[in-house]
């Protein structure tokens, strides 16, 4: 039985004998391997290796995927451009549409839901037309991302109610795994902090199971959630902690910035305010990088927050225009009250000045 590292030979002696049908099959096996192990940077590599013989859709796909997960959304869309167009030219329908289900995620992380959505409609009807059972719970399972990014969260639980048993029918672990996760955010979402729970804590040891260590991190962030909304905010950090290095380990950037911002509303809500800018201000220029509009917002939004309770109104409300600004170019629905909250802030300062 050849192992894994015998293929990654394989592979690297077709690239150098200039071998490009050995290459291409080998490495996009090797691959998609290595993605579900949270191995991205060697995913990486080995797609680059691939196309230094020609283009190649699988190759394309990989780095995509490789390059969405470690927060570089520009550079993945333009790998997952060329492999849609290569696909599209050998008339492969099924990796046609999973391209396109993929390329919907990147939009749905950059916080543009209505693009997300309409990539994720076209993906779907192909998907159940050429009977891609796998790709359909993943495009199901990124919809229902889009409803929750809007704070629909009932349309976001049916789609991921759909997601799941076909994950279960295909045997995807970690797709499982992930869905999982996502029905306790919704609960969570909810109010509903022990329902949630109960969902993270069944995604946890398949996560592990399995190897994927980017949604290993995501889990143990949001069993911190948990902890953290229920006021066991020391129990919320240890779980952080174990998040933060998997996040770092496997350059998962977005989920890095996530997790410094969590750590940061656990000093925040110790009264620890400058241990709290601390970690806003490490997560903030990760979640820039990475294009996540949401996740910048929030962190603006608190990073205002300590300002205007620090009594410096003119930073606090810096942050809040900005905050305002993001809230409007991806459509978030704190819309309102972020730009309530800024008019407030806008108000204290002037009395402040009055009083002087």
Same mark, same amino acid.
């Given at each position: 039985?050849?192992? $894994? ?7 690297? +002696? ?20 290595? =993605? ?11 797609? !680059? ?34 492999? =849609? ?40 009807? @192909?998907?159940?037309?050429? #009977?891609?059972?796998? #790709? ?5 399972? !990124? *919809? #229902? ?36 996760? !996502? ?36 889990? $143990?962030?949001?069993?911190?959630? *948990? ?9 919320? $950090? ?7 290095? @998997? ?28 241990? /709290? ?16 509009? *949401? ?46 909250? +800024? ?11 009055? /009083?002087?």
């Amino acid at each position: 039985m050849t192992t $894994l590292a015998q293929w990654v030979e394989v592979h690297r +002696l077709a690239v150098a004998g200039r071998e490009p049908v050995i290459a291409r099959h080998v490495g996009d096996q090797v691959a998609r391997v290595w =993605l579900r192990r949270s191995r991205f940077a060697d995913a990486a590599a080995l797609a !680059n290796a691939t196309l230094t013989l020609g283009p190649d859709a699988g190759a394309f796909y990989d780095l995509g995927s490789a390059q969405s997960s470690t927060g570089q959304p520009w550079q993945a869309l333009a790998s997952y451009e060329q492999a =849609l167009h290569l696909y599209r030219e050998a008339g492969d329908h099924g990796n046609e549409a999973i391209t396109l289900s993929n390329i919907g995620g990147v939009y749905n992380r950059l916080g543009d839901w209505q693009r997300a959505l309409a990539y994720f409609q076209r993906a779907l009807p @192909i998907q159940q037309e050429v #009977g891609d059972r796998a #790709g359909e719970a993943t495009t199901l399972h !990124n *919809v #229902g991302l889009v409803y929750a990014g809007l704070g629909d969260w009932q349309r976001a639980l049916a789609y991921y109610q759909r997601a799941l048993p076909i994950r279960r029918e295909v045997g995807d672990r970690a797709g499982e795994a992930t869905t999982l996760n !996502n029905i306790g955010g919704v609960y969570s979402g909810l109010g509903d902090r022990q329902r949630a729970l109960a969902y993270y804590l069944e995604a946890l040891p398949i996560a592990r199971e399995v190897g994927h260590r980017a949604g290993e991190a995501i889990t $143990l962030n949001s069993i911190g959630g *948990v902890y953290d909304g229920l006021g066991d905010r020391w129990q919320a $950090l240890t779980y952080y902690q174990q998040a933060l290095p @998997i996040a770092r380990e496997v350059g998962d950037r977005a989920s890095e910035a996530t997790t410094l911002h969590n750590i940061g509303g656990v000093y925040n809500g110790l009264g620890d305010r400058q241990q /709290a800018l601390t970690y806003y201000q490490q997560a903030l220029p990760i979640a820039r990088e990475v294009g996540h509009r *949401v996740g910048e917002a929030i962190t603006r939004y608190n990073i205002a927050m300590i300002h205007r309770a620090e009594g410096n109104l003119d930073r606090a409300i810096s942050e809040l225009e900005l905050v305002v600004d993001l809230d409007r170019q991806v459509g978030h629905p704190d819309l309102a009250s972020d730009t309530a909250t +800024l008019e407030k802030v806008r108000q204290e300062r002037a009395k402040t000045r009055n /009083a002087t």
